[in-house]
């Protein structure tokens, strides 16, 4: 089981058959690095643990723990996570600031101990046996265990069709679960106890508040920012940045450039494809900044073999066909620093999404007669067809008009994911469909804000975003392809106290009519170019568009031909052939809903064979367990 994760930790192995409780581990050496890899042990050997990631108040800890009597062989961060369990026990994730997947195993008590860090960076499995427990980093080891035979959960596909992702616990393997976020788990005498330690809506204020003092919360806001970058920048080696010429890594890189001086490396992704290309204003903001830039210029050489890597290697089905160029651009950092400072979490934070503004247009769209809204769509869609190139006008109208019928999370979630639920009868095997029809596949999205009080409908969708989306999508994005290239990407917006500080923020300082991100972008006034400022939100996008057009589609056609779908047992051929047909034919953009299926084929062939048919587990909804997450 460790062996599939040497990726994740190609600088050394470590091992610990205890009574009632095997520990394995592979090492990413970033701080202490001679020292030997976890298990960690406390001084009588009564208490082991194991740690994925990076505890950045680990200097604090250890200090506090050794005037406490405690001893340490190393300086290793997560050396201090068996001594702290003897003094605090499970509530050792609350002292912990950091990003982590931990296991400690109690050796008198016989007790399992499983925990997770509050945004969910690191990741953490399970599974249950008749008469064993079984957990690790990646689905992939937990496939490594004989004991598992695999089977696809059949609610969980229908989540990851709306989502483009599982929302934690569920995973697409019946039985395998994810620990959420945020969350410890304890097994002790065959007993299960699953309990939350910190959740963002606590920061939230119910009642809608005055806005305060811009320039003082700008300020507070700019000092937050600057105590993350430093603590995330501790590393016995350089630490680069993902720059992506936009406003969260400029600002990153800004600020640890006043920490630690000019010359940070900067890794920046471009594209022939002008429409797809941002990085002539990263390497102006580099060259401002006196950053050591690094260019990887995308080909479609390099997105073939980028599928290519992701596409065998990918440890879960995941939606979203940046996972390529996130996975090019860690291979080429990989190259100069082992750990690089990435930007996610500024956008569910601060409201950088277009959804954000979309879902206020939303809500006066639907106040029109319904017939007028009819009348008005065919209109609107006459004047912007469809387009195959980036995130431009065409391509958000036609998100934003899938949404607008609905409200709250229901609308947001569509506008955000590849299939709403009006169209899975037509894209699922028809026995698939019938097991299904009872199955409301808003359940996760629903669970996720329900007993909940918020001051407004921004305030929801955000915590929405960062409970599911940030979570599940984004975050299992950064860590699996980072990781596949054995680079560790740390997020300091992801610092729980900014992230604290920013919940409290009213509304109307980080959406301010159709401006998002303006407190931030006031805290960032005079560290980054006024151009980045002004800059509308991108990503880390490829043209997957004209790739189905150029040639990718043709091949979409064999892979998904009506023979090879009804082998699989899953989708319809008719219902995917459509999809693909319409793409070609520039009446429809696809690109998401046929790489949503494309990376779950991909999947599929890892795990059970190229074409094979798909064993799907003949479950009810899970609705009980899809509410872990509240």
């Not at 959740?199 to 009642?207: G, I, K, Q, S, Y």
């Not at 970058?229 to 010429?245: C, E, I, K, M, T």
């Not at 290519?308 to 100069?336: C, F, N, W, Y």
Request: aromatic share 8%.
């Amino acid at each position: 089981m460790a062996a599939t994760l040497y990726h994740r930790g190609p600088d050394g192995a470590g091992h610990a058959a205890l009574p009632g409780c095997d520990l394995a581990f592979r090492r990413l050496a970033i701080v202490d690095v001679f020292a030997p890899a976890a298990p960690f042990s406390s001084e009588d050997g009564s208490i082991w643990s194991v740690c994925n990631g990076e505890i950045y108040n680990a200097g604090e800890l250890r200090a506090r723990l050794e005037a406490s009597g405690h001893e340490f062989s190393t300086h290793v961060d997560t050396e201090v996570i068996p001594h702290l369990y003897e003094e605090r026990g499970a509530d050792l994730a609350r002292d912990l600031d950091g990003m982590f997947a931990f296991a400690v195993w109690d050796q008198p008590r016989q007790r399992l101990t499983l925990g997770r860090d509050r945004a969910g960076e690191k990741p953490m499995f399970y599974w249950r046996g008749e008469d064993e427990l079984v957990f690790a980093s990646e689905l992939r080891s937990i496939l490594a265990h004989p004991g598992v035979r695999p089977s696809l959960d059949p609610v969980a596909l229908r989540r990851y069709l709306l989502h483009d992702y599982f929302p934690a616990p569920l995973t697409p393997l019946q039985g395998v679960r994810k620990l959420p976020a945020a969350h410890v788990m304890s097994f002790e005498s065959g007993t299960e106890t699953l309990r939350r330690y910190w959740d963002l809506a606590d920061h939230v204020d119910p009642v809608p508040r005055a806005p305060r003092g811009a320039a003082a919360a700008a300020e507070r806001l700019d000092g937050l920012v600057a105590q993350a970058v430093a603590s995330r920048a501790v590393s016995d080696g350089p630490v680069g940045v993902f720059l992506s010429g936009g406003l969260d890594s400029t600002l990153i890189l800004a600020h640890l450039t006043a920490q630690r001086g000019r010359g940070v490396p900067v890794f920046t992704l471009g594209h022939a494809d002008r429409a797809m290309d941002e990085s002539c204003l990263a390497r102006r903001t580099a060259e401002e900044l006196g950053a050591d830039y690094d260019e990887l210029i995308v080909t479609a050489a390099d997105l073939e073999e980028g599928l290519k890597q992701v596409g065998e290697s990918m440890d879960e089905p995941l939606g979203d066909s940046s996972a390529i160029p996130t996975h090019l651009l860690a291979a080429r950092a990989r190259r100069k620093v082992k750990v690089v400072l990435s930007g996610e979490g500024g956008d569910e934070l601060f409201a950088g999404y277009p959804t954000y503004p979309g879902a206020r247009m939303a809500r006066l769209y639907r106040r029109l007669p319904r017939g007028f809204r009819r009348g008005l769509n065919d209109r609107l869609r006459a004047l912007v067809p469809p387009g195959n190139a980036g995130v431009g006008a065409s391509y958000l109208f036609a998100r934003f008009l899938r949404g607008a019928e609905r409200s709250g999370v229901e609308g947001h979630h569509a506008w955000f994911g590849s299939f709403p639920p009006e169209s899975h009868a037509r894209l699922l095997a028809p026995d698939v469909a019938r097991a299904l029809v009872v199955d409301d596949p808003f359940t996760a999205a629903r669970a996720t804000v329900e007993s909940r009080k918020f001051p407004d409908a921004l305030a929801e969708l955000l915590y929405t975003d960062f409970a599911m989306y940030l979570q599940d999508g984004l975050l299992t994005k950064l860590d699996r392809m980072t990781m596949l290239a054995s680079l560790e990407a740390r997020a300091p917006y992801l610092d729980h106290r900014l992230a604290e500080f920013a919940a409290g923020l009213p509304s109307n300082v980080k959406l301010r009519g159709l401006r998002t991100k303006w407190i931030l972008r006031r805290a960032a006034r005079g560290r980054v170019p006024r151009a980045v400022l002004s800059r509308r939100k991108r990503g880390f996008n490829i043209p997957y568009s004209r790739r189905l057009l150029d040639g990718l589609g043709l091949r979409l056609r064999d892979r998904f031909s009506e023979e090879r779908v009804r082998a699989r047992g899953l989708f319809s051929g008719a219902g995917i052939a459509a999809l693909i047909d319409d793409h070609l034919a520039r009446r429809a953009d696809n690109r998401k809903p046929l790489y949503n299926l494309l990376a779950l084929d991909l999947w599929c062939d890892r795990v059970w064979g190229e074409g094979a048919a798909i064993p799907l587990a003949a479950s009810p909804p899970l609705r009980a367990a899809e509410r872990c997450t509240a």
